[in-house]
């Protein structure tokens, strides 16, 4: 018996195998805001819940806080109203995620089981008056096991365009796609010149949404066979960049 729960755990880790069920982390339903007193903004250790996932907002910086404004949920049909001081997307009217100030949102499903990503829509959200160069952030999406980092894949969004940032589809590789993962991270750094991008100067800030996720046959039958408790904690990602 110890053998083949052993054997299940390890699989779990593994590139999952057979026909996935597809899901899409809009932000448009229904937002549970119970563990984010001041949303839409976001601070440090808030989680929001929507559409079967949990997001939840780090500082990653020394001495972070609680309450540490590091995000948003941004209705992007009143940008006016809810990106105050901010140079936010044009080209989506629907309900998204935004993190700020070098924010980092790590996003798990609330029924536990492991998933994939295949693709999200991103765009760069600058401060009023900053001047941004044609490449403005890096952007570094993170897949973990329950343990470990499994892979990480950047992606570089554009600067300005007309002065307008707009809303692009980014899809991560072949090989990562088909990585099942507990928990997925999204961390910017924001560039200052052609070959230098950080996360020091709260510039790197960015808009998430259409997160594109399978669940593997295999990980639904394992989370059926075993339940919840079978993979033990989840470790929630705090570590510094």
Same mark, same amino acid.
């Given at each position: 018996?110890?053998?083949?729960?052993?054997?299940?755990?390890?699989?779990?880790?593994?590139?999952?195998?057979?026909?996935?069920?597809?899901?899409?982390?809009?932000?448009?339903?229904?937002?549970?805001?119970?563990?984010?007193?001041?949303?839409?903004?976001?601070?440090?250790?808030?989680?929001?819940?929507?559409?079967?996932?949990?997001?939840?907002?780090?500082?990653?910086?020394?001495?972070? +806080? %609680?309450?540490?404004?590091?995000? *948003? @949920?941004?209705?992007? &049909?009143?940008?006016?109203?809810? $990106?105050?001081?901010?140079?936010?997307?044009?080209?989506?009217?629907?309900?998204?995620?935004?993190?700020?100030?070098?924010?980092?949102?790590?996003?798990?499903?609330?029924?536990?089981?492991?998933?994939?990503?295949?693709?999200?829509?991103?765009?760069?959200?600058?401060?009023?008056?900053?001047?941004?160069?044609?490449?403005?952030?890096?952007?570094?999406?993170?897949?973990?096991?329950?343990?470990?980092?499994?892979?990480?894949?950047?992606?570089?969004?554009?600067?300005?365009?007309?002065?307008?940032?707009?809303?692009?589809?980014?899809?991560? +590789? %072949?090989?990562?796609?088909?990585? *099942? @993962?507990?928990?997925? &991270?999204?961390?910017?750094?924001? $560039?200052?010149?052609?070959?230098?991008?950080?996360?020091?100067?709260?510039?790197?800030?960015?808009?998430?949404?259409?997160?594109?996720?399978?669940?593997?046959?295999?990980?639904?039958?394992?989370?059926?066979?075993?339940?919840?408790?079978?993979?033990?904690?989840?470790?929630?990602?705090?570590?510094?960049?």
């Amino acid at each position: 018996m110890k053998k083949m729960l052993k054997t299940v755990l390890a699989t779990s880790a593994l590139v999952a195998l057979g026909t996935a069920q597809s899901a899409v982390l809009t932000f448009d339903g229904a937002i549970d805001t119970t563990f984010a007193p001041f949303a839409p903004l976001l601070g440090h250790l808030d989680e929001i819940q929507t559409d079967g996932f949990w997001i939840d907002m780090y500082n990653t910086k020394a001495g972070a +806080s %609680a309450g540490d404004l590091v995000g *948003a @949920v941004i209705n992007g &049909a009143d940008t006016a109203a809810t $990106c105050a001081g901010l140079v936010c997307p044009s080209n989506n009217s629907s309900t998204y995620l935004a993190a700020l100030n070098d924010g980092l949102p790590d996003i798990g499903r609330l029924d536990g089981k492991t998933f994939q990503v295949t693709q999200f829509d991103a765009s760069f959200i600058a401060a009023s008056g900053d001047v941004v160069l044609p490449t403005s952030l890096l952007l570094r999406v993170e897949g973990y096991s329950a343990t470990a980092l499994l892979f990480q894949e950047d992606f570089y969004l554009p600067g300005p365009v007309g002065g307008a940032y707009s809303f692009a589809t980014y899809s991560l +590789s %072949a090989a990562n796609a088909a990585i *099942a @993962v507990v928990d997925i &991270a999204f961390r910017g750094y924001a $560039c200052t010149t052609a070959t230098t991008c950080s996360r020091s100067l709260d510039k790197a800030q960015f808009a998430l949404d259409n997160i594109t996720t399978a669940v593997p046959e295999a990980s639904t039958w394992m989370m059926m066979g075993l339940g919840l408790a079978a993979f033990g904690a989840f470790a929630r990602r705090r570590n510094a960049a």
